[in-house]
C-alpha cells in the first residue's frame, strides 16, 4: 500500500496528556501525546461523529465525549461501545524537532475491527436470540474473538438491526433516513457468515435438550446459546386501546407509522412522562403538532433524576409548547373506528385525534419454560451472565448482579446491552470475564443534553455542582457518603471522567466531592 509521510506538529507543541485535532486537505487527524510519545488517529468517534479531542484520555484510553465510546490510543482499536468500528491508527515519526504522520493513499473514516470468519471445518453453532443492541453485539464479538463456527441470529424485526435509540428521536423527526438506521449493512452479515433470520420469532426453548424451536416449526439446535430477546412495550389496560391511531414506539416500523399518522393529525396526547414519551413529544413539537402529556406522577423523571432536574425539564418542554396533565390516570380512550378523545379517572377529556402509550416496558421471555424468572418476567444471570452452562442472556430481558455492591438489578440501557452482549459473547467461547461495567444512558431533548452514569434507585441526598436552571450542571447522588450517580447537563467531559472514576472505584467520597478545590481532572490523572 502505498503512504505518504505529512509533517503535523512541533514536538513542544502538545504537552504530555494533550491532543489536537489537525486538519490536513483529505482528513483531520487525532494528534495525541502521552507518556512522552505521540499516536495519530481519525478525529471523529464512529457513532455519532463527536469530536474527539473533546474526550477523555486515561492510561491508554480515549474515551468519547458524547456516549462514552473507548477507543485504545494505541493502536485506534475499539475497546467499549456504542460505536461498533475502531478508529483508523497511523504511525507517527519524530524527526528533528517535527512529528509526522504515515498516512495511506486511502483515508478512512473508521475501519471494522479485524474478524475471523466462518470454517466449514467448525460445526460447532451459536444461536442468539434476539436481533438488538446485545444480540447484534455478541455476533460481532464472536468473530472478532476468532470463532469460526456457525452463527444464527434470530431476529422477530422485520429489519436489519437498527439503532433503536433513533427512534424517538432523529428518526422520528425525518432527520435520520431509513438507510442510515442499520447498524449493518447485509453485505456485513454476508462476509462474515452471520446467519440473519428476519421475522422469525422463537416458540419454545429446551435447555437441557440445547434445541429451540421457532414458531414456523423448525427445530434449531444450539451448542452455545444467548438470549437477548429485549422488551417490548407495556400496553394500557383501558378500554379503547385497541382503537386505530392508538401506537406503542419500539420499532422502526411503529415510528414510521407514528410520523405518517402525525401528518394527518392535530391532537396529540402521550400517555406517559419517561424517556421514550418525552423525546416523543419533543420531536411531535418539532413538527409543530399539538402535544398533550398526562401521567401519574407529578414531576418527569423524578424518582430518578429528583424534582428539580425533573422540574427542569418540564418547564423546557412547556417552553417548546407541550402540555402536561400530571397526577393523572387514564379511565379509558374513546371514539369509533379511531381515537377521538381521552378520559381521565377525574371525569376531564381531552380532545385527541392520535394517541401514544410510553408507559414502560417489560421482558421478551414468554417463550421461556425451563427457566424461573423473576416476579418481572426477567432472566436471573450470574456475573458472567450465564443462564446456565451452555445458555447466556443478556440486555433489557436480564436481572444481573451489579459489581459496586452485588445487588441484583435490571437497567433499559442501549449501552450497556452492547457491553453485556460483549462480554456474554466472549463468555459463550469459554473465558471467564465478570460483567463489571457502570450503566450509562443519555437523552436529547427539548434542548437538554444529559448524560447520567451510575445506579441509584434511591439516595439520600443531591448535591448540585452549578445551578440546575442554568442548564449547565453535574448532580452527584449521594448514599452512605458516597457518590452512587451522577447526571450532568452540557458537561460532557466531567461526566465522561466521573463514568471512569466510578467504573475504577476512585470514586472521592461526598466530602470531597464538596470541596471547592476537586479537580475532575486533576482526579483522572491520579486514578492512572
Excluded at 464512529?46 to 486515561?58: N, W
Excluded at 455476533?139 to 435509540?165: C, E, N, V
Aim: aromatic share 8%.
Amino acid at each position: 500500500m502505498k503512504t505518504r509521510r505529512e509533517v503535523i506538529a512541533k514536538i513542544d507543541d502538545l504537552q504530555d496528556g494533550e491532543m489536537t485535532t489537525v486538519y490536513l486537505d483529505d482528513t483531520d487527524i487525532l494528534l495525541i501525546k502521552q507518556d512522552g510519545r505521540f499516536y495519530a488517529m481519525g478525529g471523529y468517534c464512529p457513532h455519532h461523529g463527536a469530536p474527539l479531542e473533546m474526550g477523555v484520555l486515561s492510561k491508554h484510553h480515549l474515551t468519547c465525549p458524547w456516549h462514552q465510546a473507548c477507543f485504545d490510543l494505541r493502536n485506534g482499536d475499539l475497546i467499549d461501545p456504542p460505536a461498533l468500528d475502531a478508529l483508523p491508527s497511523y504511525k507517527t515519526i519524530i524527526e528533528d524537532d517535527n512529528v509526522l504522520v504515515e498516512l495511506p493513499d486511502k483515508v478512512e473514516e473508521s475501519r471494522i475491527p479485524q474478524m475471523t470468519k466462518e470454517d466449514p471445518k467448525n460445526h460447532r453453532q451459536f444461536v442468539i436470540i434476539g436481533g438488538g443492541a446485545a444480540g447484534h453485539a455478541a455476533a460481532q464479538t464472536l468473530r472478532q474473538d476468532g470463532f469460526t463456527g456457525k452463527i444464527r441470529l434470530i431476529s422477530r424485526d422485520t429489519q436489519l438491526p437498527y439503532d433503536r435509540t433513533a427512534l424517538s428521536k432523529e428518526y422520528l423527526q425525518g432527520k435520520l433516513k431509513p438507510d442510515r438506521l442499520p447498524l449493518r449493512q447485509q453485505s456485513f452479515y454476508d462476509e462474515y457468515k452471520i446467519d440473519l433470520s428476519l421475522n422469525t420469532a422463537v416458540k419454545s426453548l429446551a435447555i437441557q435438550e440445547k434445541k429451540c424451536s421457532l414458531e414456523d416449526g423448525t427445530a434449531v439446535s444450539f451448542d452455545k446459546l444467548l438470549i437477548a430477546t429485549g422488551s417490548r412495550p407495556k400496553m394500557l389496560p383501558v378500554p379503547g386501546i385497541k382503537l386505530n391511531n392508538v401506537f406503542t414506539l419500539r420499532h422502526a416500523d411503529d415510528a414510521q407509522s407514528i410520523r405518517d399518522a402525525a401528518e394527518k393529525c392535530n391532537h396529540v396526547v402521550m400517555i406517559g412522562a419517561g424517556f421514550i414519551g418525552m423525546e416523543v413529544a419533543d420531536s411531535l413539537r418539532k413538527m409543530d403538532k399539538p402535544v398533550t402529556v398526562v401521567a401519574p406522577e407529578a414531576v418527569p423523571f423524578a424518582p430518578l433524576l429528583g424534582d428539580e432536574i425533573g422540574q427542569l425539564f418540564k418547564t423546557a418542554h412547556e417552553d417548546n409548547g407541550v402540555r402536561f396533565m400530571l397526577n393523572s390516570s387514564i379511565q379509558k380512550i374513546d371514539g369509533g373506528d379511531a381515537v377521538q378523545k381521552v378520559v381521565l379517572q377525574s371525569g376531564k377529556q381531552i380532545e385527541a385525534d392520535m394517541v401514544i402509550v410510553g408507559i414502560g416496558v417489560e421482558p421478551v421471555t414468554d417463550f421461556i419454560q425451563d427457566i424461573e424468572l423473576e416476579k418481572d418476567k426477567s432472566i436471573r444471570v450470574d456475573s458472567r451472565l450465564a443462564v446456565s452452562e451452555h445458555v447466556f442472556a443478556a440486555g433489557d430481558a436480564v436481572t444481573f448482579p451489579y459489581a459496586p455492591n452485588e445487588q441484583n438489578i435490571r437497567v433499559e440501557h442501549w449501552r450497556v446491552a452492547q457491553q453485556q452482549g460483549k462480554v456474554a459473547a466472549k463468555n459463550m467461547l469459554g473465558n471467564t470475564e465478570s460483567f463489571d461495567k457502570i450503566p450509562f444512558f443519555w437523552t436529547d431533548q427539548a434542548g437538554l443534553p444529559l448524560r447520567y452514569t451510575g445506579f441509584a434507585p434511591d439516595w439520600d441526598e443531591i448535591y448540585y455542582d452549578g445551578e440546575v436552571y442554568s442548564k449547565n450542571f453535574i448532580a452527584y447522588y449521594l448514599k452512605n457518603e458516597q457518590v452512587v450517580a451522577a447526571a450532568a447537563c452540557n458537561r460532557d467531559e466531567q461526566i465522561t471522567i466521573i463514568a471512569s472514576l466510578l467504573a475504577n472505584g476512585k470514586m472521592p467520597s461526598a466530602e470531597k466531592i464538596k470541596s471547592k478545590s476537586l479537580n475532575l481532572k486533576q482526579l483522572i490523572h491520579e486514578a492512572d
